[in-house]
């Protein structure tokens, strides 16, 4: 049997990782070749994999390098990028190495006459904030990433650069919150950027592994390409952040999240995080999922011997439990962690950080402590947005009249005169509120959920502080992202839907 030939980026990760073992795992059906940078961390960790595997040492940001693994390549798993927290102290760096990596990986492949499927892996950050009642969210919904979140902004971006680009064959898979061991150990301010009333679907990083090994067979039916999904572990994965909290704490034998934690210290909006309605779907095309229970997972994360011993120790004998001052000390320090602090904001006013993730600081205040707040589970009721189109219609029959629908739903229009009846790849002409003109794909517009690039905050025509976020101005014209935007954000006497938080050009630093 002729072997697929499997190019992977970011292979050193967390994702890429568990993908890489899972090729190795069937290593008789693959060539394997993955791009990674020459450091010593890197050349210790792919020494061993050597006799199977061909490794271009590179770097994402240079176009010989990317072009080395795409040529004779059948299929491209782009899963490397820079990736939270660190993108969130090095936005710059981040805009370059995912915005660069997705523009050189489009010009390889559309040079080969033999060009590979590509596979790119996307995030839930691109959906932004989606609290309850708008927690059920699926592929299609407006695209709306958090206000300094500049990881989500990039893949966004990167999605659109690779979806809309004219490659034959890809698919985008969104990946949500991976759970895998060494999250036990992860200690940084963003810990409490998480709203405890929000939710996320999460995916374990084993069946990450296996959904990109899994995408690599020949037996993946055609209907899966040219479409976005979302990645998630199931219905048992659909967890409040409260209920996670909850579970990593006892996973460490560490007292329950009101012992070791001020409610103040948590956000109460602008992350991002679902349920996913349409989640069910990936699994039945290429299936992934291996159903192990929440519960036990996070037990078996806790013996993992990839964490350091204190970690097992104070797993399996639940000391930590005795000391609750200690380590709400320790987590306080992060809390009043400087720049990204939650408390660090608070107490030097910083009122643009404020309104984003509180609201005001008198909403802040409001906050009650843990014996008055809510924590009752979200609704499992599925609640689906409008996307603008009749979806029940077979896609072969859609017109150029169910294009000029959706536009106008967005506030725009279809300017296109026509299009070939159920043609969802060639691009159309349309037109934002704001006159601007755009060319797009229909996939791209109606099953991705995206819209005019200057509604979207990322830098625009190279001046990195030209468009801040701005969701406000877009939500007034934009009915299709109103529904995601005017139930979570306060009217005022300045804007129609919210805060005017987006006005400043901090934001895009």
């Not at 993108?87 to 805009?95: F, I, L, S």
């Not at 695209?143 to 004219?166: M, V, W």
């Not at 034998?253 to 070791?260: A, L, N, S, W």
Request: net charge neutral; charged share 25%.
């Amino acid at each position: 049997m002729t072997k697929t030939t499997v190019f992977l980026t970011g292979a050193t990760g967390t994702m890429g990782w568990a993908g890489l073992q899972e090729l190795l795992a069937h290593k008789d059906n693959y060539t394997i070749r993955v791009l990674a940078r020459k450091s010593e961390k890197n050349i210790r960790k792919l020494s061993p994999l050597m006799q199977d595997i061909e490794v271009i040492w590179g770097d994402l940001t240079r176009y010989e390098d990317i072009l080395k693994g795409v040529i004779g390549s059948d299929i491209v798993l782009h899963v490397g990028g820079m990736v939270s927290p660190q993108a969130d102290y090095r936005p710059a760096a981040t805009r370059k190495t995912n915005i660069t990596a997705a523009e050189y990986l489009v010009k390889a492949v559309l040079e080969q006459e033999h060009q590979p499927k590509v596979v790119y892996v996307g995030s839930v950050a691109q959906m932004g904030d989606r609290r309850e009642p708008l927690h059920w969210g699926r592929a299609g919904d407006p695209i709306c990433i958090s206000a300094y979140d500049h990881y989500g902004l990039t893949k966004a971006q990167a999605e659109r650069i690779i979806t809309n680009s004219g490659i034959k064959c890809w698919v985008s898979l969104r990946q949500s919150g991976i759970l895998y061991p060494a999250i036990l150990k992860n200690y940084d301010p963003i810990m409490f950027h998480v709203p405890i009333r929000g939710v996320l679907e999460w995916a374990t990083v084993e069946d990450s592994g296996r959904l990109l090994e899994g995408v690599c067979r020949p037996t993946v039916p055609d209907a899966f390409w040219n479409r976005y999904y979302n990645i998630g572990s199931g219905d048992q994965y659909r967890i409040s952040n409260y209920k996670f909290e909850c579970l990593l704490l006892e996973a460490i034998g560490c007292p329950r999240p009101e012992k070791i934690f001020d409610s103040k210290w948590f956000t109460t909006r602008n992350f991002h995080g679902m349920w996913y309605a349409d989640g069910d779907e990936l699994d039945r095309l290429v299936p992934f999922r291996a159903n192990v229970p929440i519960e036990d997972y996070f037990r078996q994360m806790a013996s993992s011997p990839s964490l350091p011993g204190a970690i097992r120790f104070a797993a399996k004998t639940r000391i930590a439990k005795f000391f609750p001052h200690c380590i709400k000390l320790a987590m306080r320090m992060m809390a009043y962690s400087k720049e990204h602090g939650t408390q660090w904001w608070i107490r030097h006013n910083k009122q643009l950080r404020i309104s984003a993730y509180y609201g005001s600081l008198e909403q802040y205040r409001a906050i009650p402590k843990w014996s008055k707040m809510d924590l009752t589970e979200p609704s499992r009721e599925v609640r689906l947005l409008d996307h603008g189109y009749d979806e029940t219609k077979p896609m072969e029959e859609f017109t150029i009249e169910d294009m000029q629908k959706a536009a106008a739903f967005r506030g725009g229009k279809c300017l296109s005169p026509s299009m070939v009846k159920g043609d969802w790849d060639t691009q159309l002409r349309w037109q934002a509120a704001n006159g601007e003109e755009f060319m797009a794909s229909p996939r791209l517009i109606l099953l991705g959920g995206h819209w005019a690039p200057s509604d979207m905050p990322w830098p625009y025509k190279g001046d990195p502080n030209e468009r801040p976020w701005h969701w406000d101005e877009v939500a007034k014209s934009n009915p299709f992202f109103a529904q995601i935007w005017a139930p979570l954000h306060e009217p005022n006497e300045n804007n129609q839907y919210g805060s005017s938080i987006f006005d400043g050009w901090e934001q895009t630093k």
